[in-house]
């Protein structure tokens, strides 16, 4: 295979990164087709980026034997049916986070890609940034020693307008708030840097947004040897989103947001500068490196950086955070599928009592 017929299902704001980062790859791929809802959304997306085929069906794209790749960018609920849709039809699959609202849609997905033997991964563009790739070969040479402590912050406004939009705000449809929509970037490169935490305790609220779901989240996630605090918020009307990632080592310091190493051992600095010079600085933005290294890893016959499965980790902490959070309760992990947040209509039925208890407080 030389070159890959595209298809994007959901023509909303993020389908736009996805349709030029494909236009980009010249012969390597090729746009067949989009699909939405809104016909006349489907229409303009098709005639603004010179796609030849439109329709408001996910069929239509599904059945053509001309597309090998699907993009989805549609609400969080839809990405499980219409995922599992296109692998069953032959197509390798490119979802925008979260993977799902849950773990067992997520693990529904990944056995149907299993099954179909066509790759699933998922949109973590931050992964791509060379910062980000920095940051992970100083931990790797251990050049700030063991990390004793990281904390991570997601401080973002989000209008009331946002809202408006019928699934945002909903657990339902949106799966959650502040953490699984805003902070999933956070948590993920937390998990890539740090590897999986072992416990977390959390607590969530919702507090200048007339929605079901969490615009506030606290947590605190814990390693061995190691403990994070981790914030998440769209609570506070702030002059600029902010965010930032701090991972504290026995001889040095790395902050993300801006990247900034440091370790006041002067031979271990020199190594960082070296370790930070290796890596150099990406021609393209992580949207654009990503949805690149999903069509070669087609054309290639290869895993994708992002694997479906990375996807799931992620998927699982924030599940773990919405756990403790409505339990009050600390929670171990790994969770099981008797974790009673593991499925959908556990997650929800939890969700809704949690909501209950909000309401009589308030």
Same mark, same amino acid.
């Not at 190691?226 to 965010?243: I, R």
């Not at 955070?321 to 593991?342: E, H, K, M, N, R």
């Given at each position: ?12 704001? *993020? ?18 087709? +989009? ?12 005639? %603004? @980026?010179? *796609? ?16 090998? +790749?699907? $993009? ?18 032959? =197509? ?22 299993? =099954? ?10 931050? %992964? ?7 940051? %992970? ?18 401080? /973002?406004?989000?209008?009331?307008? @946002? ?27 937390? !998990? ?14 919702? !507090? ?7 615009? /506030?989240?606290?947590?605190?996630? @814990? ?5 994070? &605090? ?12 902010? $965010? ?37 600085? %990406? ?12 069509? @070669? ?23 773990? *955070? ?16 008797? &974790? ?6 556990? =997650? ?15």
């Amino acid at each position: 295979m030389e070159t890959v017929g595209v298809g994007i299902i959901g023509a909303g704001g *993020i389908a736009a990164a996805h349709a030029k980062a494909y236009q980009m790859l010249g012969a390597k791929a090729h746009l067949v087709g +989009v699909v939405d809802i809104d016909e006349d959304r489907a229409r303009a997306f098709a005639r %603004r @980026y010179e *796609i030849p085929i439109w329709s408001s069906e996910d069929d239509e794209l599904l059945k053509r034997d001309d597309i090998q +790749v699907v $993009s989805l960018c549609l609400p969080h609920h839809l990405h499980a049916p219409v995922a599992i849709a296109a692998l069953q039809a032959g =197509k390798h699959v490119l979802v925008e986070k979260p993977l799902a609202i849950s773990l067992e849609e997520a693990d529904a997905m990944i056995r149907a890609a299993q =099954k179909a033997k066509r790759y699933l991964s998922v949109v973590f563009q931050l %992964r791509f940034e060379s910062d980000v790739q920095r940051a %992970r070969l100083i931990l790797e040479r251990g050049l700030i020693g063991k990390p004793f402590y990281a904390e991570a912050s997601c401080l /973002w406004w989000r209008r009331p307008m @946002y809202y408006e939009n019928t699934w945002r705000g909903k657990w339902a449809t949106e799966g959650g708030g502040a953490v699984i929509n805003q902070a999933v970037h956070h948590l993920d490169l937390m !998990i890539y840097l740090l590897g999986m935490p072992q416990r977390v305790y959390a607590e969530i609220d919702t !507090i200048t947004h007339q929605i079901e779901v969490e615009d /506030w989240c606290i947590a605190t996630l @814990y390693w061995d040897g190691l403990k994070a &605090s981790f914030c998440a918020s769209t609570c506070a009307e702030l002059e600029a989103d902010s $965010s930032r990632l701090l991972i504290l080592g026995a001889h040095g310091s790395l902050q993300m947001f801006p990247f900034r190493p440091h370790s006041r051992h002067e031979e271990r600095h020199l190594q960082i500068g070296e370790a930070c010079r290796s890596i150099p600085e %990406r021609e393209l933005p992580g949207h654009t490196a990503e949805i690149h290294d999903f069509v @070669y890893s087609v054309l290639e016959k290869r895993e994708p950086r992002v694997p479906a499965s990375e996807g799931r980790r992620t998927l699982e902490l924030i599940t773990a *955070i919405y756990q403790s959070a409505f339990t009050g309760d600390g929670v171990q992990l790994p969770l099981t599928p008797d &974790s009673p947040c593991y499925t959908t209509a556990g =997650k929800l039925e939890m969700a809704r009592r949690y909501m209950a208890t909000r309401a009589k407080r308030s």
